[in-house]
């Protein structure tokens, strides 16, 4: 059975760090492409950053994170990461990962078939 676990989100100051971890079940990180997206209330689901079966493979941001968050993998720990820096009130959203590319635009949430419940990040200001 395919799960996708999120923690490590929780409340912080603007300009503070949060790193996310989504832990998968039922198939190798080291096997599909991965991503994490987020969703403020009021708002379309936005892609936030996507990565290439290889941590060396093509990875994507959006324009509104890039040089501030990371997305990496861990092999052994079969993990998922988003390192966020220098938050900023407009990060504040439940955030989700997201599992088995199935093609087309790498940030657009119908193309990832398995999904996490989602965590809270909130930052304030």
């Known amino acids: 059975q395919v799960q996708l676990v999120e923690s490590g989100g929780g409340s912080v100051q603007a300009g503070g760090s949060l790193r996310l971890s989504c832990v998968a079940s039922?198939?190798?990180?080291?096997?599909?492409?991965m991503a994490w997206f987020r969703q403020a209330p009021g708002k379309e689901r936005e892609g936030v950053a996507s990565?290439?079966?290889?941590?060396?493979?093509?990875?994507a941001y959006a324009d509104s994170v890039k040089g501030r968050f990371t997305i990496s993998k861990n092999y052994p720990e079969n993990t998922l990461y988003l390192q966020m820096n220098n938050l900023k009130p407009e990060d504040t959203a439940m955030y989700y990962c997201a599992a088995d590319y199935l093609g087309g635009a790498l940030l657009r949430s119908p193309n990832y078939r398995h999904w996490g419940q989602g965590i809270q990040v909130s930052v304030t200001s």
């Open positions: 990565i290439g079966i290889l941590s060396a493979d093509y990875t």
């Open positions: 039922g198939y190798s990180v080291s096997s599909i492409r």
